[in-house]
């Protein structure tokens, strides 16, 4: 007996080996799914909203959302160290992850046999990978300071280095597919603006900005769905929304307790951002106004990643 669809999906998770699932709205956890293998890295949901792939040591677990079954249903093991990211192309073919075993991977969910089909590797940890919206080119951050460019469709890539040897924590690219930012472990964030990406042109960056954007690591930054803002969460407990038109601070949020901030994710309509953060707390922002709206409490220890997918929160 299949549990009730959720249209709106939240689940969190981190150090203390549990995935949670809540209703947004309310704040109320629903299931709670044991993750005993590690702790919890990185969370995406499938496109269909049906799963949900969690990140670890070593492993990659897959969870039925809309059943009650407490099992991973597939199990990508065998990898070395951690896997710090995961995410999907967004007709759910394939499975993108990076590692701290300096690799980027492709894995193809069609196949039967659970192997990393396509393998790119660099000479640092891989931090972070973001899928470009074209679906075609996959952005590598590493702890060396490099971000990468593997272009899917011809297995060419390009590097580019925005500060020496300060690692890349985090990478996001607009919906349209227009600007490109990253931030790294100096509290700086840089901005390009892209062009090309369409056809058989690969994306081309311009240079636009870097700025400041905290005094401590910069952990995570992530682009509103409507690409007027710009998240960036940071070890000084801090998540700051940036205006993208001219790169000035538009709300700070910040709640003492905090800590770390570790992982953020918007609303569909940009008005609202769900934090994750080091007091074993995620929580549910207005945008606009700084304030938290809602409280996601449960976690035993640091919640260090998040996932959400909705339709419209009211």
Known sequence: MSAVTEPVILATAGYDHTIRFWQAHTGLCYRTVQHPDSQVNALEITPDKKRIAAAG??????????????????????????????????????????????????????????????????????????????????????????????????????????????????????????????????????????????????????????????DKYILKCLFSPDSTLLATTSADGSCIIWRTTDLTQLTELREKTQRWVWDCAFSDDSEYIITASSDNMARLWNVDTGKVKREYSGHQKAVVCLAFRDEIIS
């Not at 192997?115 to 074209?134: D, E, G, K, M, W």
């Not at 931030?183 to 892209?194: A, E, P, Q, R, S």
């Open 57 to 214: 040591y070593m492993h990659i677990r897959i969870y039925d959302i809309n059943s009650n079954n407490p099992n991973a249903i597939i199990n990508y093991d065998g990898l070395s160290k951690n896997v710090v990211e995961v995410g999907f192309h967004d007709e759910g073919n394939w499975m993108f992850t990076g590692g701290e075993d300096c690799t980027a991977r492709i894995w193809d969910l069609r196949a039967r046999n659970l192997q990393c089909s396509r393998i790119f590797q660099v000479h640092a940890p891989v931090t972070c990978v973001f899928l470009h919206p074209n679906q075609a080119e996959l952005f590598v951050g590493d702890q060396g300071g490099s971000i990468h460019i593997w272009d899917l469709k011809t297995d060419k890539n390009e590097r580019l280095v925005p500060e020496g040897t300060a690692a890349i924590q985090s990478i996001t690219i607009d919906p349209m597919g227009t600007m490109m930012a990253a931030v790294n472990i100096k509290g700086n964030c840089f901005i390009w603006t892209l062009t090309g990406g369409k056809g058989d042109k690969p994306t081309e960056l311009h240079p636009k900005n870097h700025f400041k954007a905290h």
